[in-house]
């Protein structure tokens, strides 16, 4: 008896096998004895075969128990929060390493770039892509995300916290890591993502934060992590935990907890400071005082609340209203502010693309989402062109006979105010991205609006644009630092640098001249030049550097308080322009930081010679 051909050998297969499945046990030993393949690579496939059907039949009786909840497989192989915010976060610095690394290259081999160097994604635009993200379940979701975006928003305090732990652990175990490895972006990702929930989110459970957060490292696909390091993690991990927890809480007068001492050290170690760049820190240092500054940066380090914008019905004041509280209540318990605004309640904000579009209401484009700061604009130039600030023009001017332009329109928000508020017909928007003009024209087709019907799309350098006829009004919202969306875009605050501010500024002046001498009529056109910046430089520095070249042809018109109720008291006194500061404590409500100026060409255009530096 030889082998696999023995009668006796093919029996007690053909028996161990017949429980799982005999049509594969067949098949398997007809190849053998065809084939001459060895005993143990028929055990083998048999024992790999007959454990796929033992799960697929251990997974149809569990569901078909109907006293026991079922699971899919896909259910269970799902993604914890956690590791899908450590993902983003691994990919954003993955992308950044590969980036860095093809430079690096270049300039060894003295090559030139063939093209502009690619920004990579940021961690919440790469988180948004994820399907795990967008299909979770809304509480999860809006974990997730809080999860990425206090990761970015206090990354200098989480960098410097854990490099003092790491020098301790690292130099006792004489451990040293690659840190260009792609085993090295993934601890420092999944460190980062746990100190976070252990310093800066309330009420997670320390143990939880621990555990599951060390747990994700087992669960990184594409990228096995060495035991060792995470231990290593969880060792850190536990040891911020103990110190943290040195100490006991105060509480004040009022009752609040103050940090515990372990925690006060931490923050005295790396102060908030640590978020921004120096630079940055400094200019608001100088240009609005160290209080203020602090106050800023408060600001940048708190979710900011989700507003939405709405639609016009039509009909008077009291039906407006009406329907604005009427939408309040559709979507859960908004909050309706003095100019029309709508402050979504907390679990509706803060979710991301997949949880704004399942707000009631979305699909019917009867919204859009748009800062509370941001709406104030179009109503700032809406009431200088319909209302003049003159005597020999008491009645309101019909703003369907009036014509305007929103230029830099995307995402659109502003351009929907326009529409919305029945200017002559149709408005013309500029924009100079094709792929920016995509999302534009996808937002206003899901509000009712279309092309050439409502408005006209100009996809054009905003330098180079002329319009057939003369405008009554512009909306200008200039690209700029963005440093006052820093709640919601916490990479303003060391993304930036004053090289690229100063290369914005002079693209700023460039569209705000061409606004001026191409585009608006010469008997009283009005510019609105609007910047969600918060550095002086970017807007009033440009207000008074555009008066100072078109003087005795430009001027500047002070902002109806009445126009923009809830921000009169942003409107400065000697110049009457409005400008928002993120955590300003002149305003009830929290916001995107905004400056809006309204300049009125009164004549022909005359400047004046710049005077030598």
Same mark, same amino acid.
């Given at each position: 008896m030889s082998g696999l051909r023995s009668p006796l050998v093919l029996f007690l297969l053909l028996t161990v096998l017949q429980a799982f499945s005999l049509s594969t046990a067949f098949t398997l030993v007809g190849r053998c004895a065809t084939n001459g393949v060895g005993k143990t690579a028929l055990l083998a496939k048999g024992a790999e075969s007959a454990s796929s059907d033992l799960a697929r039949s251990s997974s149809s009786t569990s569901a078909a128990n109907k006293d026991e909840p079922s699971k899919s497989k896909s259910a269970n192989e799902r993604p914890s929060p956690r590791t899908v915010a450590a993902l983003a976060l691994i990919q954003t610095d993955m992308a950044v390493l590969k980036g860095s690394?093809?430079?690096? !290259?270049? !300039? *060894? !081999? !003295?090559? *030139?770039?063939?093209?502009? %160097?690619?920004k990579p994604k940021l961690p919440l635009a790469t988180l948004e892509t994820n399907v795990h993200y967008l299909t979770m379940d809304p509480r999860d979701r809006a974990f997730c995300r809080l999860l990425v975006t206090t990761v970015e928003r206090r990354r200098g305090q989480l960098v410097k916290i854990l490099d003092s732990l790491k020098r301790k652990k690292t130099t006792a175990n004489k451990t040293t890591f690659n840190p260009l490895s792609k085993q090295n972006i993934v601890t420092e990702a999944v460190l980062q993502l746990g100190a976070a929930q252990l310093l800066f989110i309330d009420n997670v459970k320390p143990y939880a934060a621990i555990k599951e957060t060390v747990d994700v490292m087992r669960q990184i696909p594409k990228t096995p992590v060495a035991e060792p390091r995470v231990k290593f993690v969880n060792a850190i991990l536990r040891q911020l935990d103990r110190n943290l927890k040195k100490g006991e809480k105060n509480h004040d007068d009022e009752g609040n907890d103050s940090p515990t001492p372990g925690l006060q050290a931490m923050l005295d170690l790396a102060p908030p400071q640590e978020n921004i760049s120096p630079w940055l820190y400094k200019a608001w240092s100088t240009q609005w005082g160290d209080e203020m500054a602090r106050e800023l940066l408060d600001a940048a380090m708190k979710q900011a609340p989700t507003y939405i914008s709405v639609k016009a019905s039509g009909g008077p004041p009291e039906q407006q209203l009406q329907r604005r509280e009427e939408i309040c209540e559709a979507v859960g318990g908004g909050r309706l502010l003095p100019h029309g605004s709508i402050? @979504?309640?907390? *679990?509706?904000?803060?979710g991301g693309v997949g949880q704004v579009k399942q707000i009631p209401l979305f699909e019917d484009g009867v919204w859009w989402v748009q800062d509370a700061s941001a709406a104030v604009p179009a109503l700032a130039l809406y009431d200088a062109l319909v209302n003049p600030p003159t005597a020999a023009e008491a009645t309101p001017i019909d703003p369907s006979s009036l014509h305007v332009a929103d230029i830099c329109a995307s995402p659109g928000g502003k351009s929907a105010q326009l529409l919305d508020m029945g200017f002559a017909r149709p408005v013309s928007l500029v924009e100079s991205s094709e792929f920016r003009c995509k999302r534009l024209r996808s937002n206003l087709e899901r509000l009712g609006y279309t092309s050439p019907?409502?408005?006209? @799309?100009? $996809? $054009?350098?905003?330098?180079?644009? *002329? %319009?057939?006829?003369l405008l009554d009004g512009i909306l200008l919202d200039v690209p700029c630092s963005a440093t006052g969306t820093a709640s919601k875009r916490p990479d303003v605050l060391y993304g930036r640098t004053e090289e690229s501010v100063t290369e914005l500024m002079q693209l700023q002046r460039s569209l705000a001249e061409a606004s001026i001498e191409n585009c608006l009529k010469d008997d009283g056109g009005m510019l609105a030049y609007v910047t969600c910046s918060t550095l002086q430089q970017e807007s009033e520095d440009q207000i008074q550097y555009l008066l100072q070249k078109y003087h005795g042809s430009l001027e500047l018109v002070k902002i109806n308080p009445n126009a923009v109720p809830g921000f009169e008291n942003a409107i400065t006194e000697q110049e009457g322009w409005l400008r928002i500061m993120p955590g300003c404590t002149k305003l009830s409500f929290s916001c995107d930081g905004f400056f809006v100026a309204l300049l009125k060409k009164t004549g022909p255009i005359t400047t004046t010679p710049k005077k030598d530096e």
């Open positions: 690394s093809r430079r690096r !290259n270049r !300039n *060894k !081999n !003295n090559q *030139k770039p063939t093209s502009r %160097p690619r402050a @979504l309640p907390t *679990k509706r904000s803060g019907e409502d408005y006209v @799309l100009h $996809v $054009v350098d905003a330098k180079e644009w *002329k %319009p057939e006829d």
